[in-house]
């Protein structure tokens, strides 16, 4: 018995690895990428090729993860900067009732277990995520940020 829900929607690389109990659907993932288990990739989330995705992370919609990259055990994405349950007139939101955020991490980054990126930054090439941290602004190519909120500990 398979604990996977692969949607049909899904392109799906060569040689991608999917382990058991995953939410997949309508996102990209690139060739030779590994995907852990208890994970979810929403709608529009792209994925490259030779990623590592660790367990317990959630991608959300909006999200750009270039080439090579690392991605630690329980990472949260966020696309939305007000989130709200109800629209103004006191129904469940739908999607005409917010705008997602894009979020851009670029080749070759690596962010930290349990670290939070919030919508509308880049990680630049190369560069590290500390463990834990809180990205709340950009984080320049091939350097070291840490902390919450996360700030630049060195450059490489």
């Not at 529009?44 to 090579?68: L, P, Q, W, Y």
């Not at 997602?100 to 990126?117: D, E, R």
Request: hydrophobic share 35%.
């Amino acid at each position: 018995m398979s604990h996977q829900k692969i949607a049909p929607d899904v392109k799906l690389g060569a040689n991608v690895r999917i382990f058991d109990f995953v939410n997949l659907y309508g996102c990209e993932i690139g060739d030779n990428s590994k995907i852990g288990a208890f994970i979810e990739i929403q709608k529009g989330a792209r994925i490259g090729r030779n990623c590592k995705i660790s367990s317990h992370t959630f991608i959300c919609e909006g999200v750009t993860i270039e080439d090579n990259c690392f991605i630690g055990h329980n990472v949260t994405f966020i696309n939305d900067k007000y989130p709200r349950s109800v629209n103004e007139s006191g129904q469940l939101q739908t999607e005409e009732d917010w705008v997602c955020v894009p979020t851009l991490v670029k080749q070759g980054a690596s962010v930290g277990s349990s670290a939070t990126i919030l919508c509308g930054i880049t990680i630049g090439e190369n560069a590290i995520v500390g463990a834990g941290s809180v990205v709340t602004k950009d984080v320049p190519a091939n350097t070291v940020v840490a902390g919450n909120p996360a700030r630049i500990l060195k450059k490489q």
